[in-house]
């Protein structure tokens, strides 16, 4: 069965440091990977997503996610980290059928940025 | 271009009552999803539409939900009655016919508690 998993409940960081968000699936096809955050209080919001061609992807807000195959994996990434940036993250993965698709989430990340 | 547009945003109720939460998508969009999110947890499908019909409804409790979607645009979800455990978000999201690169847009969300 198709499944995401982000093992990283919960992240606290420095304001300025470098962020790293894990995340990986299980899924038979090639993989249609999102990720998305979500801030205290209000819905989802779409930072980046891969459907195919170069496996490094570059979002909104200064994020960049690697898609590597051979890992199952999609880590969400960020050089500098500032304190915006304090929100859950969730990681998905794409199901199509037909023409439409639908979402597989991760049970999500919660990042905590420190002054 | 306005986004998906959910009311209410919040909603309190006792355990027993019925409630109902309306979703209208972004034009054009003919696929509309109804998410669950339950505290510290990711989305969970309950409902997926494409138009009118509902082609993804296996995780619908149908003993206490139901939804409908007349005439392809707006959405209604309905709980009647209310169980404590119902409390959560509900999350509608929209998307247009699955092509690569399409992405599938949320709205900001009703909250629920049920006392």
């Known amino acids: 069965a198709q499944s995401v998993t982000q093992p990283d409940i919960h992240i606290t960081v420095s304001e300025g440091a470098s962020l790293e968000l894990r995340c990986n699936y299980s899924y038979g096809a090639t993989p249609y990977l999102f990720w998305y955050v979500q801030s205290p209080g209000q819905g989802l919001q779409l930072l980046l997503k891969?459907?195919?061609?170069?496996?490094l992807v570059q979002g909104i807000k200064g994020f960049e996610a690697e898609f590597k195959r051979s890992q199952s994996s999609f880590n969400l990434r960020k050089p500098s980290v500032h304190w915006s940036d304090a929100a859950e993250y969730f990681c998905a993965v794409g199901l199509i059928s037909g023409n439409t698709g639908k979402l597989i989430f991760g049970q999500g990340t919660t990042l905590q940025v420190k002054p | 271009e306005a986004g998906v547009v959910q009311s209410p945003r919040y909603k309190i109720i006792e355990k027993k009552q019925p409630v109902a939460f309306w979703c209208n998508p972004i034009?054009?969009?003919?696929?509309l999803y109804w998410y669950l999110q339950n505290l510290g947890q990711g989305p969970e499908l309950l409902i997926r539409y494409e138009n009118e019909e509902a082609v993804d409804d296996s995780q619908l409790p149908k003993d206490r939900f139901s939804a409908e979607r007349l005439k392809g645009v707006d959405s209604t979800l309905k709980i009647q009655p209310a169980e404590l455990g119902d409390s959560a978000v509900y999350l509608c999201?929209?998307?247009?016919?699955?092509?690569?690169?399409?992405?599938?847009?949320f709205g900001e969300g009703s909250w629920l508690t049920v006392v």
């Open positions: 999201a929209s998307s247009p016919p699955w092509r690569t690169g399409n992405t599938i847009y």
């Open positions: 891969y459907f195919s061609g170069d496996t």
């Open positions: 034009s054009g969009h003919n696929t």
